[in-house]
């Protein structure tokens, strides 16, 4: 069964410094990744996904995220860290359904703060 | 542009009440998910239902949960006799393809009293 851990619970970075929010993954084939952006008392907004090609991913608002197999991980980056990416974020792993249809397997999420 | 709603945003209840759970899935989607989120925990995956039948449910939905999509666009999540675990957030999600993207709903936030 696939899972994702997210390491850091809470994150605190200053306004303007980089970000990496580790996630590491395990699943038994190629995987589907993605990264989800919640804020407090909203839904999930995807940020960025990767499923073949291209190791580096680009996603909005300035978000980027790496794969590298070998480590099994996905990790999420950014340059310069605005105070209202204040959120919590998830990583996720899909999974083929045979009758139809992906499985999401979360992280528990990595609660970011930003310091200004 | 286009996005998964879903009624109402929060639901309050009595344990052993019925309760539905709405969602307006993205028109021309044709996969649909339940998760949940249970407050402080990670999102969870309940079911996923593709052509009209569910295509693979977790441990967590047994037979007090059903869904249903009742005409072209609603989606339906219906616990029959709540209880105080139920509590939680309640996340609908579609995606067009198989392996897209899913999108998610504002969720619905229920509570179990």
């Known amino acids: 069964a696939q899972s994702v851990t997210q390491p850091d619970i809470h994150i605190t970075v200053s306004e303007g410094a980089s970000l990496e929010l580790r996630c590491n993954y395990s699943?038994?084939?190629?995987?589907?990744l993605f990264w989800y952006v919640q804020s407090p008392g909203q839904g999930l907004q995807l940020l960025l996904k990767?499923?073949?090609?291209?190791?580096l991913v680009q996603g909005i608002k300035g978000f980027e995220a790496e794969f590298k197999r070998s480590q099994s991980s996905f990790n999420l980056r950014k340059p310069s860290v605005h105070w209202s990416d204040a959120a919590e974020y998830f990583c996720?792993?899909?999974?083929?359904?045979?009758?139809?249809?992906?499985?999401?397997?979360f992280g528990t999420g990595t609660q970011l703060k930003v310091e200004l | 542009e286009p996005e998964v709603t879903q009624t109402p945003s929060h639901q309050v209840t009595q344990m052993g009440q019925e309760v539905i759970l709405r969602c307006v899935p993205i028109?021309?989607?044709?996969?649909f998910y339940w998760y949940r989120q249970i407050l402080g925990q990670k999102v969870e995956f309940l079911v996923s239902?593709?052509?009209?039948?569910?295509?693979?449910k977790s441990e967590i939905f047994d037979d007090q949960f059903s869904v249903e999509r009742p005409d072209g666009s609603n989606f339906t999540l219906k616990i029959r006799s709540t209880k105080l675990e139920d509590s939680a957030m309640y996340f609908c999600?579609?995606?067009?393809?198989?392996?897209?993207?899913?999108?998610f709903g504002p969720g619905t936030r229920l509570t179990v009293l």
């Open positions: 999600a579609s995606s067009r393809g198989e392996a897209d993207t899913q999108y």
């Open positions: 699943y038994g084939a190629t995987p589907y």
């Open positions: 990767y499923f073949s090609g291209d190791t």
């Open positions: 996720a792993v899909g999974a083929a359904i045979t009758g139809g249809g992906n499985k999401l397997t």
């Open positions: 028109s021309n989607h044709l996969y």
């Open positions: 239902f593709y052509n009209n039948e569910i295509s693979e």
